[in-house]
T-cell receptor, first 112, second 111 residues
Framework: QQQVKQSPQSLIVQKGGISIINCAYE??????FPWYQQFPGKGPALLIA?????SEKKEGRFTISFNKSAKQFSLHIMDSQPGDSATYFC???????????FGGGTRLMVKP | DADVTQTPRNRITKTGKRIMLECSQT?????MYWYRQDPGLGLRLIYY???????NKGEISDGYSVSRQAQAKFSLSLESAIPNQTALYFC??????????FGSGTRLTVV
């Protein structure tokens, strides 16, 4: 059973555009929703995270939007840059042990 | 030096061979994890350990085993490698909060 579904699998955006990646989850007990960024040859690294008590969190060009009733959250990358080209993973946590369960990943390419 | 170090970075092995992937960390975290990454499937948990005496199976543990030799060391073994174990393998650590630190990965090819 897939606990978190991520879409799209791949995304191509022009430089300066907005990149949007979506995740949907089932378990209402989850209480931590991070996004990880992975560059080729590297491990994933925490990019930004949100708790369900707020609907939006912004850090620079990166924003998480959270819809608790729809059980969905999304990553928005404003003014996308070629250096943002990477694979992005959403994750959820809140079950016993505070362990993360990851989505399937989105490969983002930002064209110059 | 990296906080989480994985060795080897790349490995090609033959079907049926035993292989060990190693992970060491300097974060001082109690919790360590092994994940497997496949295109479109994300990161799937193989095994995890919350302390030296604690080992737990993840969602895809069949065909794998682990050893937690010390707080800082957690190794993953493939007892008899098969081609569908070809993947990118990541070790990660965490404290009791949710922040995970990943290694740079081991690319394993089973031929």
């Amino acid at each position: 059973q897939q606990q978190v579904k991520q879409s799209p699998q791949s995304l191509i955006v022009q430089k300066g555009g907005i990149s949007i990646i979506n995740c949907a989850y089932e378990n209402t007990a989850f209480d931590y929703f991070p996004w990880y960024q992975q560059f080729p040859g590297k491990g994933p690294a925490l990019l930004i995270a949100i708790r369900p008590d707020v609907s939006e969190k912004k850090e620079g060009r990166f924003t998480i939007s959270f819809n608790k009733s729809a059980k969905q959250f999304s990553l928005h990358i404003m003014d996308s840059q070629p250096g943002d080209s990477a694979t992005y993973f959403c994750a959820v946590a809140g079950n016993a042990g505070n362990m993360l369960t990851f989505g399937g990943g989105t490969r983002l390419m930002v064209k110059p | 030096d990296a906080d989480v170090t994985q060795t080897p970075r790349n490995r090609i092995t033959k079907t049926g061979k035993r292989i060990m992937l190693e992970c060491s960390q300097t974060k001082g975290h109690d919790r360590m994890y092994w994940y497997r990454q496949d295109p479109g499937l994300g990161l799937r948990l193989i095994y995890y350990s919350f302390d030296v005496k604690d080992i737990n199976k993840g969602e895809i543990s069949d065909g794998y085993s682990v050893s937690r030799q010390a707080q800082a060391k957690f190794s993953l073994s493939l007892e008899s490698a098969i081609p569908n174990q070809t993947a990118l393998y990541f070790c990660a650590t965490s404290a009791h909060n949710y922040g995970y630190t990943f290694g740079s990965g081991t690319r394993l090819t089973v031929v």
